[in-house]
């Protein structure tokens, strides 16, 4: 009998422990240490407005200790204890199960120290990483959604007008800063369209060319661009100024004809109607 227990439990023992052996030899020191490692990386507590930021650099930091799945339902925690070779569970500890038990004890209590007060308050009752993850996901995701939505409306929404162009493209960069604040990065070909679609009309012809061209512009070379293209419309423009001012003069300087009391008179000697 002694035999056939000793076994089954090493038959047993031998695939259920693959989890263990990958985890660690040594369970709970190693908990530890990756408890002690992951704490170190998180600079970010968790508060009512930096989900977005705090989530993001949680997910790279358990990807880095392949650790996600703990917070997931793709792998399944063993069970307790081990069978024998009828599928009936014995009275002897599975030791998958403590590698996988230290594993998540050191996730729940590393997310635990990455909550500020106030959040650390939302979660009370849970007894495990996955329900605090749950928990948190389930009051922040919804309003992340919509914050980031609110910071997209405000990039798109922004017109270049009177400004200059690296005026335009400070409030362009700001806005793009504080999408990347909550882990939103605008990638090239879109800032270059946000760019361009808040153009002004004079700029028609310039935002025409740059569409059709077959390869994207880094928004350094569009800066670049469009700056020069600003020194051209500023150019033209001061020029149409002097000359429309210098008819003006000429008009003014030239008058009419002056009859009496002074009043000026057209070339048919009638006094204009005013």
């Avoid at 009998?1 to 020191?29: D, I, K």
């Avoid at 703990?70 to 081990?82: E, G, H, I, Y």
């Avoid at 760019?195 to 569409?211: E, H, K, M």
């Amino acid at each position: 009998m002694a035999s056939t227990q000793s076994s089954s439990s090493s038959s047993s023992f031998s695939s259920s422990t693959v989890f263990a052996m990958a985890s660690s030899s040594l369970p709970v020191n190693s908990s530890l240490l990756l408890l002690s490692n992951m704490s170190s990386m998180m600079t970010v507590k968790l508060d009512h407005g930096n989900y977005v930021v705090w989530k993001h650099q949680i997910e790279v930091i358990l990807d880095t200790y392949n650790m996600i799945e703990v917070l997931n339902d793709s792998v399944t925690a063993p069970d307790r204890f081990l069978k024998d070779s009828s599928g009936n569970f014995t009275t002897e500890i599975d030791p998958a199960f403590i590698a996988w038990k230290n594993r998540e004890q050191a996730m729940f209590t590393f997310l635990n120290s990455t909550l500020s007060p106030a959040i650390l308050a939302l979660t009370v009752g849970q007894k495990s990483a996955r329900g605090v993850w749950r928990v948190l996901e389930k009051r922040f995701a919804s309003i992340s959604r919509s914050h980031v939505m609110s910071l997209r409306n405000e990039l798109n929404a922004i017109k270049k007008g009177n400004e200059s162009i690296d005026g335009y493209f400070q409030r362009i960069k700001q806005a793009c800063d504080r999408l990347a604040a909550v882990s939103v990065f605008v990638d090239d070909e879109e800032l270059l369209h946000i760019v361009l679609d808040g153009l002004p009309s004079s700029y028609d012809s310039f935002s025409s060319a740059i569409r059709t061209r077959s390869d994207v512009l880094s928004i350094e070379e569009l800066n670049a661009l469009l700056n020069a293209k600003e020194r051209i419309i500023k150019k033209r423009s001061n020029g149409v100024d002097q000359i429309s001012m210098a008819m003006a003069a000429n008009f003014h300087s030239q008058g009419f004809p002056k009859g009496r009391g002074g009043r000026n008179y057209n070339q048919r000697g009638r006094v204009p109607r005013s």
